[in-house]
């Protein structure tokens, strides 16, 4: 008598690739593929073709085809979306396939190796997978890396990442109440308490809750607008990043907000020391000069936190800074022990 093929492992690829997987499910299957061979070899050898979609991702392909100024508008589109949907797959295959338990269970249970700068230092590091992380002042970050996952918890402050690719091992950066998934990239995050700002420079992202699985469907960035035009976007939504653009989350108000950066190096200029502003205001730039500031930096006069700044400043230069925006600037500098006072000044008006 010829033994039917038990299609068990159809039906856990089914669940594996639908738009959600259950944590108990996700669990299952990773005690199955340690504890039966016969299971794990005949779920591996199935789920070979489905993994082939990653063949359909080539970032150098796809930036060529979405810059040929001959193909029309609505291909360009059309090409974007499932591009952007092809990768979202491939992420979330990668990630369901490698990394079936629990973040944390005791087949997990390496310990997080802790990073930080103290404010006014920045320091990169390099990870045992070849990644490097190069963090800004005052910034905490955790990092895990074992043979299925590659993990980052990013507790404050801001860091670039350039991220070694690795299909069998992805890479995710905690964020709280959002996470960012992917297998080999770079980008720059920014952490405040209730917000934070990612903004990538090549490959593409998955940004997705952290309290859900990764699905193998995504919603793509609508192709096309300007680097003025910021778009809404759902925060509930699985959201497909790629290269060029920057995101913005408030949790406060659970706004998710997209805008393309024609001059995307600008936001990670900090790891070679330097800041640019081009008519941004006083105000703007004090906060930033307090990031690096051993001094509270402040504003004593209204009428000037509106001045326009076209400068360039290096963050370990902070006086020096100061001393150049006062010759600039319609304002006088007051510094004590622990504190410097901006004043507004009769010159210049």
């Given at each position: ?266 936001r990670h200029a900090w790891t070679n020391g330097f ?67 901006i004043l507004g000044s009769d010159k210049n008006r």
């Amino acid at each position: 008598m010829t033994k039917l093929k038990d299609n068990s492992t159809d039906r856990d690829l089914a669940k594996l690739f639908s738009d959600h997987i259950s944590k108990q499910d996700a669990g299952r299957i990773g005690q199955l593929m340690e504890s039966d061979s016969s299971y794990e070899a005949d779920f591996l050898r199935t789920s070979s073709a489905t993994l082939a979609a990653k063949d359909l991702i080539d970032d150098e392909d796809i930036r060529k085809l979405l810059n040929e100024d001959s193909l029309p508008a609505s291909k360009k589109r059309s090409f974007w979306i499932s591009t952007g949907i092809a990768a979202a797959f491939l992420i979330a295959a990668t990630f369901a396939l490698q990394n079936f338990l629990p973040w944390g269970t005791s087949n997990q249970a390496e310990s997080l190796q802790r990073y930080a700068t103290r404010i006014g230092e920045q320091k990169t590091f390099s990870l045992s997978d070849g990644s490097t992380l190069t963090l800004n002042t005052g910034t905490v970050l955790r990092v895990q890396i074992n043979d299925n996952f590659r993990k980052v918890i990013l507790d404050k402050g801001e860091a670039f990442f350039d991220i070694e690719k690795d299909e069998q091992r992805p890479f995710s950066v905690d964020l709280g109440e959002k996470t960012i998934s992917v297998l080999g990239t770079q980008f720059n995050i920014r952490k405040q308490p209730e917000s934070f700002t990612m903004a990538l420079v090549e490959g593409v992202v998955a940004l997705h809750n952290s309290d859900e699985p990764l699905s193998a469907t995504s919603t793509a960035i609508p192709f096309g607008g300007t680097s003025e035009e910021q778009i809404n976007l759902n925060p509930q939504s699985q959201q497909t990043i790629k290269a060029g653009w920057v995101v913005s989350y408030n949790q406060n108000n659970q706004t998710l907000l997209a805008q393309q950066d024609a001059d995307i190096s600008r936001r990670h200029a900090w790891t070679n020391g330097f800041i640019p502003f081009s008519g941004e205001s006083l105000v703007n730039l004090v906060n930033e000069l307090n990031r690096y500031s051993g001094k509270k930096i402040l504003i004593g006069d209204s009428s000037i936190m509106d001045l326009q700044v076209y400068a360039g400043i290096r963050v370990d230069q902070i006086d020096q800074t100061l001393k150049a925006l006062e010759m600039t600037l319609p304002i006088r500098i007051e510094q004590d022990f622990d504190r410097v006072l901006i004043l507004g000044s009769d010159k210049n008006r």
